[in-house]
């Protein structure tokens, strides 16, 4: 991974100061969790197999660690957890796709917030230059060339 990420974390040894710390490795569990690692993996360690899209633990995770904040401070911030409604763009779908289906699911959130609507535009649903595995892109592509000179594609 050629981009590392920094967050500041609170320096233990002097109050109010910060230290540079690299981001934790986020492990993807089966059913959608996400966890951060805690035996010192960082995320540049990750070997990238397809894309860059395998880095969107990272977006996802804050997103909910965002909801996670706002849910805690409902009745300080006067939010109504069961009408939450999500917006993105572009990249910003895969953060509110997790939050309104995946996230959702998971444990015991459904009875903790509820989201009601999602307005998602510039959907990037087949980006085919984020290295997407066989996309829909490169089938669209074989299919014209079918279509145009009437010879079959062997891939």
């Not at 959608?32 to 977006?59: M, P, Q, W």
């Not at 009745?75 to 917006?87: A, C, G, M, R």
Request: charged letters at 15%; hydrophobic letters at 40%.
């Amino acid at each position: 991974m050629a981009t590392k990420y920094f967050y500041d974390r609170a320096d233990p040894a002097q109050a109010g100061a910060f230290l540079p710390t690299e981001q934790e490795f986020i492990h993807a569990a089966a059913d959608g969790t996400l966890t951060l690692d805690t035996t010192g993996r960082v995320l540049s360690s990750y070997k990238v197999h397809a894309g860059r899209t395998e880095f969107n633990t990272i977006c996802s995770y804050d997103a909910a660690q965002a909801l996670e904040h706002l849910i805690m401070h409902a009745d300080q911030l006067q939010v109504d957890v069961h009408k939450i409604s999500t917006t993105g763009g572009s990249a910003g779908g895969g953060e509110i796709h997790y939050l309104t289906w995946v996230y959702h699911a998971l444990n015991n959130n459904a009875a903790r917030y509820t989201p009601v609507s999602m307005v998602y535009t510039m959907a990037q649903l087949d980006y085919p230059v984020q290295n997407m595995v066989r996309s829909r892109f490169k089938f669209d592509l074989v299919a014209l060339a079918v279509s145009l000179t009437g010879n079959a594609i062997n891939e």
